[in-house]
């Protein structure tokens, strides 16, 4: 019970001390509160960085194309060699005859001209021109320059693997720029939460003395080091709290808002925004956990350089 109780005066008192220095204290919730907004903007954006990269990893395909006169045996025995590929994900052969068949559905001049290659409704393998392919999947957008160059040593020569493409200029820019975006991100994060940690401490410190009178009664009727510092420990969980209520709600709403008002994507079908939901929440506690520890952290720091117990 007195373990309570003395726990519960602490807290009380954390809490009288965000009020009674409400000057200091609106300039580190302030302080905060700018901090975990950038904070959230930075966690959303790299979030959806990697939700891009994961799209832009499921679309990305290395299309091999294949000599017009290579048969369905010739083909499956490049596809069981291009399965043991590291980093391959998936294999799918396409004959001249399923492509044209897709190119035929997918307009009415193709099914014009590609009707020409039948001869009663069968297909006259040797008339298609078109060349049979090999589409090959990879699990990482990193491994796909080594895919690529794996499967043009499977036929150096050239003689049954024509060509491999995979669009390399497209998604080198793509990587690099999720990359530049990732690091951004988390630099900006680091660098802001150093700043309102460093902000805290000052302000908690600016406390400190203030109430050094306090401190030397408290001290001359026998509270511990421990006693001295729990208060101010949880003042600066109080200012971290009080600093993340703006950002949660206007992160929760916001992005709410821009999902529904851009109908899940941004500038394309291509780019597609995370759901909101349990997305808002993941977020909602980042910035919660965030602006705890960094209250506690920067109160921290104040008391054990600046306190002097």
């Not at 975990?36 to 966690?43: E, G, H, K, T």
């Not at 050239?158 to 820019?173: A, H, L, N, P, R």
């Not at 969980?237 to 949660?248: A, K």
């Not at 980042?286 to 952290?297: E, N, S």
């Amino acid at each position: 019970m007195k373990a309570i109780r003395i726990f519960g005066r602490n807290i009380r008192d954390a809490f009288k001390s965000v009020f009674r220095n409400f000057s200091l204290s609106f300039a580190s919730i302030s302080c905060i509160t700018i901090t975990l907004l950038v904070v959230s903007i930075a966690v959303i954006l790299s979030y959806n960085v990697n939700n891009f990269t994961k799209l832009v990893e499921k679309d990305v395909t290395i299309v091999t194309f294949l000599d017009t006169k290579t048969t369905d045996e010739v083909a499956n025995e490049y596809l069981e060699k291009i399965k043991f590929i590291d980093g391959v994900e998936s294999v799918e052969y396409k004959s001249k005859i399923e492509i044209a068949e897709e190119m035929m559905e997918s307009s009415e001049e193709y099914n014009n001209i590609m009707s020409e290659w039948k001869k009663d409704g069968e297909w006259i393998r040797d008339e298609i021109p078109l060349q049979p392919t090999l589409q090959v999947k990879a699990a990482s957008l990193t491994k796909i320059d080594g895919i690529a160059d794996q499967i043009r040593k499977l036929d150096e020569e050239k003689e049954t693997i024509k060509v491999v493409q995979y669009g390399e200029d497209m998604v080198k820019q793509l990587i690099s720029l999720f990359d530049i975006v990732r690091k951004i991100s988390i630099g900006m994060v680091v660098a802001l939460i150093l700043v309102t940690a460093f902000l805290i401490s000052n302000t908690i410190k600016i406390t400190i003395f203030s109430r050094k009178k306090e401190i030397e009664i408290m001290r001359l009727v026998g509270a511990s080091n421990l006693n001295i510092k729990i208060p101010f420990i949880f003042e600066g969980l109080f200012l971290g709290i009080l600093g993340s209520i703006i950002p949660i709600i206007i992160t929760t709403y916001g992005y709410v808002a821009i999902f529904k008002n851009f109908d899940g994507q941004l500038f394309s079908p291509f780019i597609r925004l995370i759901a909101p939901e349990p997305f808002i929440y993941l977020v909602s506690g980042i910035l919660l956990l965030i602006g705890m520890v960094v209250g506690m952290f920067g109160s921290l720091v104040a008391v054990r350089k600046h306190l002097k117990i």
